[in-house]
């Protein structure tokens, strides 16, 4: 190009490039709030006024594929674009409305109420603006400006409820101390019912006034006249529904017959043909109304012609939970998350219904579902990880504890889960860290942790991991912290015998202070007496001592108050009735112990050694024999004399 010539020649360029210049310009001045209105401006007046005059535009008149822009010299616009008064108005209105959001979104509250007060100028007659205008002036302390503008709203919309309606809120809100002003209200109010009858948000604001005087009667007396309505809106009788619970509330009692208000009800439904969501709203008030029984029957009706409203389907769940039919409650929300498997929600219902009837493999599987969808609370780790415990699954509530432990990592109690999981994992070693972490954490935020019951499992994780001594310090240092609370409840004593039987019990199998190993028994037995599973360590201590024949007596009860049949608990009689020289028997219990166990090398080893070897002594158990007979003492003895002579 000649730079000569720069001045005077025009330079081409694209109509949206031209359009996104007058968007840039305008938002500049304006605020991005006003940007796409601007460009949608900029790009729709010149294309609708392109053909006022013909059917299509003359060449010459601006209006082709390309826009001419001269850098040097302005042209004014072409007044066939110009927008009419109507429109120059609306854009006006628009704009200022555009600035009063961005102002108001800002927190620039004047600069806002500035801008409204503009729209308002230019479109006096919008009571919606007109009421939103006034509070705002209101809240600023302009109390007689917001007024002024609530009166004109009225004088301007005189056939509008919502002009008679914010008019009385507002003096009853601003203007409460004044009875002129409240009766005014009143009237507004009252005015507005008569005039406006089929409007449900008048008899709301109407009978809300009635209640807040404690006008009782008249508020009974306007839903009334509500009811004398031909409305065919099933909104409109929602709506006074809703208002007539105001005057009649539900109650919390099963037994409440809400007789008025199912007539109310009755209508919506009558007027909703195919409208769905006034027929929701009915079936939820009939829910909350304790009329299961209805609910159950509206809701299947509509689920029937609406399948895919999943959400409906959770609320028909929630009826039949109260009519106490878990099945039903069970099938329809495992229906819900199969044709959605990424409902976490209804995963986590499902999780609580399966908790209550302890079920921990099904709400521990529903629960870890629902964490697979989105993270979980700190709570909700714990619950699963302790589920999965329950399930006796330990390998998977370790990689939830370790994730719980990724997320709340100064969370002492998700360290003690998590050392608990991995002692039962057989994740010893890993355990003991877990257990000192969670020690260094609780010390600070939760010392209430670190009790009876932690050092107790903390004893047991290093006692499974061979660390013998260790764990009989802290099976200790939880006897005394034990003893130091002084607790006598029938838990507490449960658990003070499963401590000293775990320690008894683990010296006894380590041939380790044996003596000492029989006294915590003893004392664990005192405790609890019909424990089979002390009954059985009692028995050991004594085979322990050879005292054979006091074993096979507690163990024979061992094995009669066990739930289940125990294999360890057979493996000890079979080992006592061998000593007793008893091999029969031996060979029997100790088959009877493989039965249970059959991958227990030990017990394979001591069947083959018992079918193989003799006992060391052989002996039966002696049948009782018949009771000597006492010789008749001579007659000539006397009492004293004979007994000595006995």
């Given amino acids: 190009m000649n730079p000569a010539k720069t001045n005077d020649q025009s330079i081409k360029i694209n109509r949206w490039q031209a359009f996104k210049s007058v968007g840039f310009l305008i938002n500049h001045k304006f605020g991005g709030a006003f940007t796409g209105f601007a460009i949608f401006c900029a790009c729709v007046t010149p294309l609708s006024a392109a053909k006022p005059l013909g059917s299509s535009a003359q060449k010459g008149d601006g209006l082709d594929d390309r826009a001419e822009v001269y850098v040097d010299r302005f042209f004014p616009p072409n007044p066939r674009l110009s927008l009419l008064g109507a429109g120059q108005l609306r854009a006006d209105a628009l704009a200022h409305y555009s600035r009063a959001l961005a102002f108001e979104k800002e927190k620039n509250f004047d600069a806002a109420l500035k801008a409204y007060n503009e729209v308002l100028r230019l479109t006096p007659a919008n009571v919606a603006l007109a009421r939103k205008v006034a509070y705002l002036q209101a809240s600023g302390g302009r109390l007689k400006e917001a007024r002024e503008i609530l009166e004109k709203s009225l004088q301007l919309n005189p056939q509008a409820a919502q002009a008679y309606l914010s008019y009385s809120e507002f003096l009853l809100t601003y203007y409460a101390d004044s009875a002129e002003d409240r009766k005014k209200a009143m009237l507004l109010a009252e005015d507005a019912e008569q005039k406006f009858a089929d409007d449900a948000a008048v008899y709301d604001h109407v009978i809300r006034l009635y209640l807040v005087s404690r006008q009782t009667d008249k508020a009974k007396a306007a839903i009334d006249r509500a009811l004398k309505q031909e409305s065919a809106d099933p909104d409109f009788w929602l709506k006074i529904a809703m208002v007539a619970q105001r005057v009649w509330p539900l109650t919390t009692s099963a037994g409440q017959k809400p007789i008025l208000l199912n007539g109310i009800y009755q209508k919506v439904l009558d007027h909703s043909k195919d409208q769905l969501e006034p027929q929701v709203a009915v079936a939820g008030f009939y829910s909350s109304s304790h009329q299961a029984q209805k609910a159950r029957e509206l809701y299947e009706k509509i689920i029937l012609e609406h399948p895919e409203r999943l959400d409906l389907r959770k609320k028909l769940a929630s009826v039949y939970q109260v009519l106490g039919q878990q099945e039903k409650v069970i099938e329809i929300l495992r229906d819900v998350v199969q044709i959605d498997p990424r409902d976490a929600q209804t995963n986590r219902l499902l999780a609580e219904v399966y908790r209550a009837r302890k079920d921990p ?286």
């Fill in 361 to 646: 493999v099904n709400a521990a599987h529903f629960l870890q579902q629902a964490l697979k969808i989105s993270k979980g609370s700190e709570s909700e780790y714990m619950d699963l990880a302790q589920l999965l415990l329950s399930a006796r699954k330990p390998e998977e509530a370790v990689p939830v504890l370790e994730r719980a432990a990724y997320y709340y990592p100064e969370e002492p109690f998700v360290a003690f889960l998590l050392a608990v999981a991995r002692s039962r994992a057989e994740q010893y070693e890993d355990s003991l860290s877990a257990f000192e972490r969670a020690i260094l954490l609780g010390k600070e935020t939760r010392p209430g942790l670190l009790n009876e019951q932690f050092y107790f499992q903390y004893g047991a994780a290093a006692e499974r991991a061979g660390k013998l001594e260790q764990a009989a310090t802290l099976f200790r240092k939880s006897m005394s912290i034990l003893a130091k609370s002084g607790a006598e409840d029938e838990e507490s004593k449960v658990f003070a015998a499963q401590l000293y039987n775990y320690l008894g019990y683990m010296w006894l199998e380590n041939d380790m202070h044996i003596d000492e190993a029989g006294e915590l028994i003893k004392t664990a037995f005192d405790l609890t007496p019909e424990s089979g599973a002390i009954r059985d360590s009692l028995g050991w201590f004594y085979f322990k001592k050879k005292r054979f024949k006091e074993a096979r007596l507690e163990l024979n009860k061992a094995m009669e108050l066990m739930q289940e049949p125990d294999p360890t608990v057979f493996d000890h009689l079979a080992r006592t009735y061998f000593q007793l020289g008893m091999k029969e028997e031996a060979l029997q219990y100790m088959r009877k112990a493989l039965d249970l166990d059959s991958a227990n090398k030990e017990f394979v080893d001591r069947l083959r050694k018992f079918e193989t070897q003799e006992p060391p002594v052989s002996q039966t158990i002696p049948k009782p024999s018949d009771p000597v007979k006492k010789k008749p003492l001579p007659h000539a003895v006397d009492k004293e004399k004979g007994e000595k002579a006995a």
